[in-house]
């Protein structure tokens, strides 16, 4: 059976081509919304942190409907980090929109999630966004789509996709590229023509993988996926079963099923082959299970998702100041919260650490783990987290490490300062390219020489260098990376930071507290131009007399306070440092507090050396 009514695709780009802003004008043209209704920006963008830093982090549903069709169209994250989330979706539909920027062409994640589109053999309708750009380059762009397409060994039936030039925030479409359009009509056209309906056995036995996991507090967990074969009606039982065999199969009834509707879910009693959904009753049902009929339980195969490459160590906080903020405190809720998230995310592992009140954290990137902590720190968790690490593997006896491909985008004069800083990283230059005033460089560079290096480039460039990455391969051990080259302004005692202190301590270094914030010994309260560390007394008072002199009383100046984002703390960690992460807080901190022990620990490090 053909679901002629009915067609199932993603939208895969780089971050910050216009996906999401795309999908606005789809849902506006495809009559989601009343003619007077009032609709904020990037409406898929629905999560706090998503509209704040203007990127998607989860894959959402939506659905439009045109002449008769309905359009099931899944908006999935451009940034690397969340590769995970477009591998395991691609399960779900019959085709894919690539959309490219018309000024910065194909990115490194164009690449990735094109490469993973084509090899599940999806038919592809090339999309060149932002066509009214000053700078736009229509052309040369729509030849690097087709270089990348050889590249990557797409079939003759994939090279000769067709090609759409769109503008997403004036929600218009073209055949043609030098003609705007009025509307999105050609793009919804191509749809229909061109990315096949579902097929399959509509009246054989359930089969449907889960291919996403949301949760509800009413309802518990919910699982989202496309039904392969046969039907599902609710109050019914079913057989769970894993491709994998990691778990023995068992039954459950489905309470609820939801079909997607514009922005809403709609509660329905059945849907047939082809559909995507979302259903509620299987308390245990994670990505990768496949919910099956009870006489013919039989799982599909389900994508494999790349492996982390970057750990961190997730601890209790112990801290003078633990427990004064946070409402989830202790390992136990630390640890459900994490094995939650696993369940949810794929891509993330978490594992026992060496000590009881500690867990390894693995993701795909410092972003991944960032937008983690992020979230947890909003829900009220305390903790404290340790430097990134790349994990490392070993292959016949050798050490292998992740390698990166890496675009950096920057201004011509500061390409110089790039290139060196990328050369002392153990970058290998791969191609240099001018894209108007701008210098376009592409590397490949171990995983570890990238820590740290995003805001020192935006500090090199004056904030106006981009650089974006993707896992590239595993490769021999390069050599060491030295990652930092400052030393931190260490708290020598517990208090509060005062003018007086802070005045005296600013010329060792860049503060990031102002006077009245609560220090202890041991914390980081600036960073110091040379290698080591230096300790520091900010709480120190004027000592009062009862003598004048001129000019002892004039007012002290500060300079501003180096404001450190949750990014530039995980970058600024040496490896004997942490990140105390609380509700209300980031201090950065030394594992080992006390000054004179530290000194010790540092005295004995040397001998051994």
Do not use: W
């Not at 160590?313 to 903020?325: I, L, W």
Request: aromatic share 6%; charged share 30%; glycine share 8%.
């Amino acid at each position: 059976m053909v679901r002629n009514d009915l067609r199932n695709i993603a939208i895969i780009a780089h971050v910050d081509h216009g996906k999401t802003t795309l999908v606005d004008e789809m849902l506006k043209q495809g009559g989601v919304y009343r003619e007077n209704q009032v609709v904020e920006e990037r409406v898929m963008d629905s999560n706090d942190l998503e509209r704040e830093r203007g990127i998607t982090i989860l894959a959402k549903n939506t659905a439009v409907h045109y002449k008769g069709i309905k359009m099931n169209i899944i908006d999935t994250p451009g940034h690397a980090d969340f590769s995970g989330e477009v591998e395991r979706i691609l399960n779900m539909v019959n085709g894919v929109i690539l959309l490219v920027d018309a000024a910065e062409g194909p990115m490194p994640q164009t690449r990735f999630v094109l490469q993973k589109a084509l090899e599940l053999n999806h038919r592809v309708i090339i999309v060149i966004n932002k066509i009214d750009r000053p700078d736009a380059r229509i052309g040369e762009v729509e030849d690097e789509v087709l270089e990348l397409l050889f590249d990557l060994n797409a079939s003759e039936e994939q090279l000769e996709s067709p090609v759409i030039y769109c503008s997403g925030r004036a929600g218009t479409a073209s055949k043609d590229p030098n003609v705007q359009g009025t509307d999105l009509r050609v793009l919804f056209d191509t749809i229909v023509d061109y990315i096949p309906a579902p097929e399959g056995d509509a009246d054989g036995p359930l089969q449907m993988l889960v291919s996403s996991i949301d949760y509800n507090d009413y309802v518990g967990r919910v699982g989202i996926g496309r039904i392969t074969r046969g039907k599902i009606e609710v109050n019914r039982e079913y057989t769970v079963c894993d491709y994998h065999n990691r778990k023995a199969p068992y039954k459950t009834k489905i309470v609820s099923i939801y079909q997607f509707d514009g922005l809403n879910r709609v509660p329905v009693d059945r849907a047939e082959m082809g559909d995507i959904i979302a259903f509620s009753g299987a308390s245990a049902i994670t990505i990768g299970d496949t919910l099956a009929a009870n006489d013919a339980p039989e799982a599909l195969p389900f994508t494999k998702i790349g492996e982390p490459t970057i750990e961190m160590t997730f601890s209790v906080n112990d801290s003078p100041f633990a427990g004064r903020e946070g409402k989830f405190v202790t390992s136990r809720q630390l640890r459900e919260r994490l094995m939650k998230e696993m369940l949810r995310d794929v891509s993330l592992s978490v594992t026992e650490a060496d000590t009881v009140n500690s867990f390894r954290v693995a993701g795909r990137g410092e972003m991944h783990l960032s937008i983690l902590i992020e979230n947890m720190r909003r829900e009220g968790y305390e903790f404290s987290v340790s430097t990134p690490r790349v994990l490392f593997k070993e292959v016949e006896g050798k050490t292998y490490e992740p390698i990166e491909k890496v675009v950096v985008d920057v201004p011509d004069e500061f390409s110089g300062e790039v290139i060196q800083k990328m050369g002392s990283r153990r970058g290998e230059l791969l191609q240099m390219s001018t894209v108007g005033t701008r210098m376009r460089i592409e590397y490949r560079i171990p995983a570890r020489g990238l820590l740290g290096y995003r805001g020192e480039l935006l500090t090199d460039t004056r904030g106006e260098g981009i650089i974006s990455s993707v896992f590239d391969s595993y490769e021999p051990y390069k050599g060491d990376i030295q990652r930092r080259f400052t030393g931190s302004l260490v708290a020598f005692e517990t208090g509060e930071a005062v003018t007086y202190g802070l005045y005296n301590a600013q010329g060792r270094g860049t503060l990031f507290i102002t006077p009245g914030v609560q220090v202890y010994e041991g914390m980081i309260v600036g960073v110091s131009p040379k290698a080591e560390d230096i300790a520091v007394n900010v709480c120190k008072k004027k000592q009062l007399t009862n003598m004048r002199a001129a000019g002892s009383d004039d007012a002290l100046r500060l300079s501003p306070p180096k404001i450190m984002s949750l990014e530039s703390c995980m970058e600024f960690l040496a490896d004997d440092e942490l990140l105390e992460v609380t509700p209300k807080s980031l201090r950065l901190r030394k594992r080992i507090l006390s000054n004179q022990l530290r000194m010790k620990d540092r005295g004995r490090a040397l001998k051994q050396q």
